[in-house]
């Protein structure tokens, strides 16, 4: 009994372990022989009915799974038919491309072959639109016709072969600009103002050279077609006579234009003024300046003095027996002395021209410092702006010349300061000197003439 219990429970562990249970170990009972038996038959049955479920289960994933496989073969299929499909597809548009590539280059020979002298046009239109742009683009004109630019710049960078009409187009704004160049006529436009304010006044133009309002002259701006006021009007009676023109009637007038259409204007407005040139000496510019009016003044001084001495004496010349006291020669006559012998006379007027000399020769010696310190004083300038711009230099680089402009205009501006003032006060100083070595040769001749006198007297 003993094995047999044995048996039927390695029997139960085995099914147990089959079926995924495992059997729990009960103590030892007395054996139920029949009941052992149904016990065996239940489990039978269930391990059968197990493995029949198993079974099915099997048979319905493997049943699955075909189908699964046959679905994909028919996905392979088909998108084995559409690559097919669309290989051949490229193949047609390859074969299309490559005739129409043919195609088109034989009908863009053609076109070329036929179209000859119409793509010379073509080009000569181009280059014609591009260099009217350019030259009409900076014409005073263009402030009155201010919508001829952008069909001007089309025209310029057109790709399609011209129009009849935009060939006449261009013509006609070739024609207008040559009969307008020939016009002085009155219009609105607008002005740009000195402080940046926009405002329409009545333009005056001639032609492409000048345009004028009630102010004077008036600039360009090529780049917003508009016109803009001066800061400072030209000199020379130019900004009068535009006025003048300006508020005229019509009739014959004279008006002052600018050949260069706007360039000469703009550098004549952009030079400096004496002022301007003042300020940018310094203040050794200053200097020179006021040691220059000195030394002008000392020298017309002198130069009225000279001449009012040399006529006077030119005057007691001709009268030697009336001696004058308000005049160099009449004051060495003055001190002739016929009782006194030859050599005391000689010296007598000797002292007495001396006596004059400083009178005829006063300032002369200024004027010559002053013409010797004026180049001196402009090398001083000169220096003392170069060591400005190397100073800006260091500081800031040469990136931007406008920060070396102090210095070197200081330094320019000294040098010509200093010539200025040099050169005439030179030049004058030797007309001042030869004045005055003329009315000191008088006194001498007519000393030595009336003690060779005396003497010729005395020896008869």
């Known amino acids: 009994m003993k094995r047999f219990r044995s048996s039927r429970t390695l029997w139960m562990t085995v099914f147990g372990l089959a079926l995924g249970t495992v059997p729990q170990m009960a103590p030892a009972q007395p054996a139920d022989t029949e009941g052992t ?30 189908e699964e496989r046959d679905q994909q073969q028919q996905k392979l299929r088909q998108a084995t038919q559409r690559l097919e499909a669309a290989q051949q597809r490229a193949d047609a548009l390859s074969a299309a491309f490559d005739d129409n590539e043919a195609t088109l280059s034989a009908l863009e020979t053609e076109i070329q072959n036929k179209a000859g002298a119409v793509g010379e046009l073509f080009g000569v239109y181009r280059q014609v639109a591009g260099d009217t742009a350019s030259l009409l683009e900076a014409s005073l004109i263009s402030a009155q016709y201010p919508e001829r630019r952008a069909f001007l710049e089309e025209a310029a960078q057109r790709e399609a072969l011209p129009s009849i009409d935009t060939l006449e187009a261009l013509r006609f704004e070739i024609l207008r600009e040559m009969t307008a160049a020939g016009e002085v006529v009155r219009f609105e436009a607008p002005v740009v103002a000195a402080d940046g304010e926009v405002h329409r006044t009545e333009v005056l133009r001639i032609g492409p050279f000048s345009a004028v309002d009630a102010a004077g002259f008036l600039g360009y701006l ?34 002052v234009i600018d050949p260069t259409r706007g360039a000469l204007l703009t550098t004549l407005v952009k030079r400096p003024s004496l002022g301007e040139y003042v300020d940018a000496g310094g203040l050794v510019g200053r200097i020179i300046i006021g040691l220059a009016l000195v030394g002008f003044a000392i020298a017309l001084w002198r130069a009225l003095a000279l001449v009012r001495v040399s006529g006077a004496v030119r005057r007691q010349a001709q009268r030697v027996d009336q001696p ?37 020769e006063r300032g002369l010696g200024a004027i010559k410092v002053l013409a010797a310190v004026g180049p001196l004083l402009g090398l001083l300038g000169t220096v003392t702006g170069m060591i400005l711009t190397f100073q800006q ?7 931007d010349p ?20 040099a050169i005439p006060l030179v030049l004058l100083h030797s007309a001042l000197r030869a004045r005055a070595d003329g009315v000191i040769q008088v006194l001498e001749e007519q000393s030595a003439g009336m003690v060779a006198e005396l003497a010729e007297q005395r020896r008869s």
């Open 37 to 66: 038996t149904n016990s065996l038959q239940q489990l039978l049955q269930d391990t059968r009915a197990a493995r029949q479920r198993e079974q099915a289960l099997h048979r319905e994933r493997e049943a699955a799974f075909l």
């Open 402 to 421: 406008k920060l070396m402009a102090d210095g070197i205009s200081q330094a320019l501006v000294t040098t010509v300061l200093g010539l200025i003032m």
């Open 324 to 360: 004058a006291d308000d005049n160099p020669l009449g004051r060495v006559l003055a001190s002739y002395r016929p009782d006194a012998d030859t050599e005391t006379l000689q010296l007598q007027l000797d002292d007495a021209v001396l006596r004059e000399l400083p009178g005829i």
């Open 393 to 399: 230099i260091t500081l800031f680089g040469t990136g």
């Open 222 to 255: 090529p780049e917003s077609q508009r016109y803009f006021e001066l800061s400072r009007q030209p000199g020379g009676g130019a900004a009068a006579a535009a006025r003048t023109l300006y508020e005229a009637d019509g009739g014959m007038q004279t008006a």
